[in-house]
């Protein structure tokens, strides 16, 4: 390899000093500015405004680390749970690759749409549903890529006639990918639950959830644990097939409550595959969360 000849060398000397020397200034003490605050103060720059839906008072978000856990079965029970304190509720399903509200609403049809082109919610159980299962076949395939699927949370988002609501409940897909970082940047979130089984694999997904909301400023209210615990509808034995106590110990790490422990039920499967959710088909059974042992209606803002 042919050397440098000596100007050359001079010219690549005097730029590698100034990158010293711009590295020496960036991490030196000669900023007023913290190297985290300068960081967050770049970053937002390029953050798109969060601006509110219309007719909308407080919007969560229920989300898990990964599939399988139980999140869309969760948020449908929230909802219905929240409407019967008689308050308005929605529910959005953000799952656009896996759209699970439909069945579990016992919804089906595409919705119809107002004056002024927005999407009206279809409406079961006194909930307004929402979901990119209404404008496609049941088993189709959505194959799409993450432009058109910004696209479609935008539009299932902003272009639907919510009407006034208290709260809307959106289940998000699993993961920590550009649904979920579009969604909290865009939106103003009261607070996401995290759902999850006791397994340590599901509990170091749910980790970076939890994680993940924090980092965009969005406050976690609290862990799910989810198929907890299973009981012989024989002889009554309880086995912790997932494993034991395992949310206690995750909300622990990031100083947050367990705000429920759902037991691995026969009724809360077949009533979600029926489309009749536990907390109406059910509302007395053991399974089912008890509402008067809650001290008070959640608040709304």
């Known amino acids: 390899m042919a050397q440098l000849c000596g100007a050359g060398r001079r010219h690549v000397g005097a730029r590698v000093a100034a990158l010293a020397s711009a590295?020496?200034?960036w991490s030196s003490g000669s900023s007023t500015e913290s190297l985290q605050e300068r960081q967050k103060r770049m970053m937002a720059r390029g953050l798109p405004k969060q601006k509110v839906i219309s007719g909308v008072k407080q919007i969560i978000v229920v989300a898990?680390?990964?599939?399988?856990?139980g999140k869309s079965t969760t948020a449908v029970n929230?909802?219905?749970g929240?409407?019967?304190y008689e308050l308005r509720v929605g529910l959005l399903d953000a799952d656009v690759y896996g759209p699970s509200i439909p069945r579990m609403m016992n919804l089906k049809g595409a919705p119809a749409l107002t004056d002024r082109n927005l999407?009206?919610?279809l409406v079961n159980y006194g909930i307004n549903c929402m979901s990119m299962g209404f404008l496609v076949e049941e088993a189709a395939p959505i194959v799409w890529r993450g432009l058109m699927v910004m696209s479609?949370?935008?539009k299932l988002l902003r272009q639907v006639d919510w009407g006034k609501l208290d709260y809307l409940v959106i289940d998000m897909p699993p993961g920590t990918g550009d649904v979920q970082l579009s969604i909290s940047q865009n939106i103003p979130i009261s607070g996401a639950i995290i759902v999850s089984t006791p397994q340590d694999i599901a509990l170091l997904d749910a980790l970076r959830a939890a994680k993940m909301f924090r980092k965009v400023s969005v406050p976690v209210l609290g862990i799910v644990?989810?198929?907890s615990v299973f009981q012989c509808p024989k002889c009554k034995h309880e086995t912790h097939i997932f494993g034991a106590e395992g949310a206690k110990g995750l909300a622990a790490e990031l100083e947050l409550d367990v705000l429920g422990d759902i037991p691995l039920h026969v009724n809360i499967r077949e009533?979600?595959?029926k489309g009749q959710p536990i907390i109406v088909s059910h509302p007395d059974s053991p399974e089912t969360p008890d509402r008067s042992q809650q001290l008070s209606p959640p608040p709304v803002m």
């Open 271 to 273: 009533m979600s595959d």
């Open 82 to 84: 929240l409407a019967a």
């Open 23 to 25: 590295a020496r200034f």
């Open 225 to 227: 644990q989810n198929m």
């Open 78 to 80: 929230l909802a219905l």
């Open 119 to 121: 999407m009206i919610p």
């Open 152 to 154: 479609a949370i935008e």
């Open 64 to 69: 898990s680390g990964k599939g399988g856990v």
